[in-house]
T-cell receptor
Framework: DSGVTQTPKHLITATGQRVTLRCSPR?????VYWYQQSLDQGLQFLIH???????AKGNILERFSAQQFPDLHSELNLSSLELGDSALYFC?????????????FGPGTRLLVL | AQSVTQLDSQVPVFEEAPVELRCNYS??????LFWYVQYPNQGLQLLLK??????LVKGINGFEAEFNKSQTSFHLRKPSVHISDTAEYFC???????????FGKGTRLSVIA
């Protein structure tokens, strides 16, 4: 158990819908990262937050947005969902968000868009 | 931009045999290197990482990796595998001044009894 929690574990929805994925980092960690794992693209970095502020953006679509709240939990919002958005979405956390720090991964949210 | 190539998508190996999972990276600047393991239906867990210093890095569960700057490689090894090592293994890199991890496509290790 990494100490990072993600809800829900599974999500099934239809095209065009909007969903919210939630992540609680390990106690004491200030940084949260979101990654997407799909069969064709592999594991891809989406976005990084540190203490409520966006630090870095990766291959995140404009239909996707995220935020980190004052209690440090984070939410990833996916809207206008397409079939291709079906994937495993991971959240990871680290202490300070510094290069070289270990990122601890949650168990993921499996999203299926029908 | 940096990239990571894991040369084998699948590696079958008999129990108690040695294994090497290959990873090459491309970057023109200093990098940090990581190996993560993903067991079925679970998140990723760090096996080991190289930041600086000794090029031979020892990790959890008996795994080790060697950083080779001239070959731009960071191969993962274990002298004797167990059934419980069956999993997907990911090599990742991040620039020393940046934190997002760039992952390889993964290598599925299957240990056969």
């Amino acid at each position: 158990d990494s100490g990072v929690t993600q809800t829900p574990k599974h999500l099934i929805t239809a095209t065009g819908q909007r969903v919210t994925l939630r992540c609680s980092p390990r106690s004491g960690d200030l940084s949260v990262y979101w990654y997407q794992q799909s069969l064709d693209q592999g594991l891809q970095f989406l976005i990084h937050y540190y203490n409520g502020e966006e630090r870095a953006k990766g291959n995140i679509l404009e239909r996707f947005s995220a935020q980190q709240f004052p209690d440090l939990h984070s939410e990833l919002n996916l809207s206008s969902l397409e079939l291709g958005d079906s994937a495993l979405y991971f959240c990871a956390s680290s202490v300070q968000g510094l290069a070289g720090e270990t990122q601890y991964f949650g168990p993921g949210t499996r999203l299926l868009v029908l | 931009a940096q990239s990571v190539t894991q040369l084998d998508s699948q590696v079958p190996v008999f129990e108690e045999a040695p294994v090497e999972l290959r990873c090459n990276y491309s970057s023109s600047v200093s990098v940090y290197l990581f190996w993560y393991v993903q067991y079925p239906n679970q998140g990723l867990q760090l096996l080991l990482k190289y930041l600086s210093g000794s090029t031979l890095v020892k990790g959890i569960n008996g795994f080790e990796a060697e950083f080779n700057k001239s070959q731009t490689s960071f191969h993962l090894r274990k002298p004797s595998v167990h059934i419980s090592d069956t999993a997907e293994y990911f090599c990742a890199v991040s620039l020393s001044g940046n934190t997002p991890l760039v992952f390889g496509k993964g290598t599925r290790l299957s240990v056969i009894a």
